[in-house]
C-alpha cells in the first residue's frame, strides 16, 4: 500500500473582512475624486461670472474717481440721492452710463441693441463655437442677471462721532445668479477724498 500525503503549506488568503475594508478605503478614495471633480467643474462655470462681475465692479469705481479728478462732478455730488447726491441707493441693472458716463445715475438707459446683442442691460460678444471674436458664429451673454450697488458713506473723525468733510467710503458690490440660483457678489472698496 502506498501512503499519498499532502503537504499544506503556509498558504494564507485574505479573509472577507480585510476584503471588505479594502473595498470601503478604496471607495473613499473614489468619491473623494469625484467631489474634487465637481467643486472643480462647478468652479470653472462661475469664473466667467466672477470675472465680469470684478470687472464691472472696479469701471464703476473708476468712473467715480475719474468724474472727480476730471471735475465733471463735485464732491458734494458724490453721495446716494437720499443723501443729496446722484448716485442711486440700491441695486440696480447694469445699463447704460448715459451722458455723465456715470453708472447708477439717474440719466442711465438702456443699452442699444449691438450686433447678437438685443436692446436691455448690458450684453456681452461671446467667441462662438470656432473660438474666434468678430466671426458669424458669436454668441451674445446678457447680463440681465447682474446687478450693482454703488454705496456711499462719510467717514467719521477717530473721535467716532465727527464726520471728516472731506473723505467718503465708495462701496460697489456687484451682485449676480449662476446657474445654481445661488447669488455671489464681488465688492470693491475705496476711499475718497476732496483732493485730487
Known sequence: MMKTSRQVGNQQGFTIIEVMIAIVVLMIGILTVVAAFATAVAANQNAQENLIARQKALEAMESIFTARNTQQITFAQIA??????????GSTPLWDAGSDG????????????NGVCPAGPECITLPGPDGILGTPD???????????????????EADGVTVNPNLKQITVTVSY???STVPHSYTVNALISSFR
Open 138 to 156: 458669436d454668441v451674445p451673454m446678457s447680463l440681465a442677471n447682474f446687478t450693482r450697488q454703488i454705496q456711499i458713506n462719510p467717514v467719521l
Open 177 to 179: 445668479t449662476a446657474m
Open 102 to 113: 456715470l453708472v447708477n445715475t439717474a440719466d442711465d438707459i438702456p443699452f442699444p441693441a
Open 80 to 89: 446716494n440721492i437720499p443723501s443729496g447726491g446722484i448716485f442711486a441707493s
